[in-house]
């Protein structure tokens, strides 16, 4: 996988330590990165390093982490990464009466834009439009 994208993924291990978190992703984005996310709320917009932050601790009081999380990159071509996150998505309450999605359920991709060797632009898209 990308060095950038891998450090990038690794980083959630922090977590929940936002303050080390924030530092270890702001080493690897640019501080102007623009990201795009959907969830079950629909799209949200950030731009910089401490509204991406914000969301994850927002993402944090819905999902769970999941025993089976994995990650396949399927695109690097030196400046445009994708990877497609597998594994069950957890809710940590039921939303519309649903706690779990099943890896067959869901196409969670996450692409990112690199300049420079840093992120300067993420899109992801956790893929289960039927909950939104």
């Known amino acids: 996988m990308n060095p950038v994208i891998s450090t990038f993924f690794q980083n959630y291990g922090l977590l929940p330590d936002f303050d080390a978190f ?18 079950h709320r629909g799209w949200q917009v950030l731009d910089g390093v401490d509204a991406y932050v914000e969301s994850v601790r927002e993402w944090a009081r819905s999902y769970d982490n999941s025993d089976d999380r994995g990650f396949k990159q399927v695109l690097d071509d030196g400046t445009d990464v994708e990877v497609k996150v597998t594994g069950t998505i957890v809710f940590r309450k039921p939303i ?23 992120i300067a632009s993420a899109r992801m898209d956790i893929g289960i439009e039927k909950l939104a």
């Open 22 to 39: 924030r530092e270890a992703q702001s080493q690897l984005m640019s501080p102007d990165v623009h990201v795009e996310s959907r969830d």
């Open 96 to 118: 519309a009466g649903v706690s779990r999605i099943a890896d067959s359920d869901h196409d969670w991709r996450e692409h990112f834009v690199l300049r420079d060797g840093r």
